[in-house]
């Protein structure tokens, strides 16, 4: 059923090219059954919230669809998954995902919060800089701008509605915050390594660039949180 699943959400995503595609399933799949390894979770409703977790993506089909999960209980119907378990699935996909953090939506079952945490991984480290700089080309934005800062305490109406002015900005306004977003040990542990990678590349970034203006900055930003 699980393999099923995959083959559907393959489909759905394997054209993506803004970060959203089937590799970053596959490591949050990868993550989380990780997570759950140590967390001792049911690794089946896991992997299956893991899978479904951006099919319904409002930056990829629609408020209408993110809101009504379409794509994933299409997929759940058509690959005769339990109705209980769908109904776990769906309550933790209304629930992950950065911009339902911003709202005060939070997931409630440990299967959540692990795929959640596993999600949040992905946009830190390498990975999450790649992730990054592909979803900015895609919307014709720089990857940094010496002259446009940050928007600080980003409002969950003005996240939805925008793409960052850069990824730089998008790191800022997010990325660095995923730290402390994370529900599970196994997340806690992960994102504190990631996160570093993240902090070190923008130092490098900033000294290449002459940017002392953007250390200050930086400084200050970890200092403040």
Request: overall charge negative.
């Amino acid at each position: 059923m699980i393999e099923k699943v995959k083959a559907k959400v393959s489909e759905l995503l394997n054209k993506d090219d803004s970060g959203h595609g089937m590799e970053h399933v596959n490591r949050v799949l990868e993550l989380s059954l990780k997570f759950a390894e140590k967390e001792n979770r049911n690794k089946e409703i896991v992997s299956l919230i893991a899978l479904l977790h951006d099919v319904d993506d409002y930056k990829l089909f629609g408020i209408d669809n993110a809101e009504n999960l379409t794509n994933a209980k299409r997929i759940m119907d058509d690959c005769n998954v339990n109705r209980k378990i769908q109904e776990q699935v769906c309550l933790a996909l209304n629930n992950i995902g950065y911009s339902k953090r911003l709202k005060g939506c939070c997931p409630t079952t440990l299967e959540g919060k692990i795929v959640s945490d596993a999600d949040m991984c992905d946009a830190l480290g390498a990975n999450g800089i790649l992730r990054v700089y592909t979803y900015s080309l895609k919307n014709g934005k720089p990857f940094f701008d010496k002259n446009i800062f940050p928007i600080e305490d980003i409002s969950a109406e003005k996240y939805t509605s925008r793409c960052a002015d850069s990824s730089v900005c998008h790191i800022f306004e997010k990325i660095l915050k995923l730290k402390d977003l994370m529900l599970t040990t196994s997340g806690r542990d992960e994102a504190k390594n990631r996160h570093q990678i993240i902090v070190d590349f923008l130092y490098h970034l900033f000294a290449e660039e002459n940017a002392q203006e953007w250390e200050k900055y930086l400084n200050l930003y970890l200092i403040e949180r």
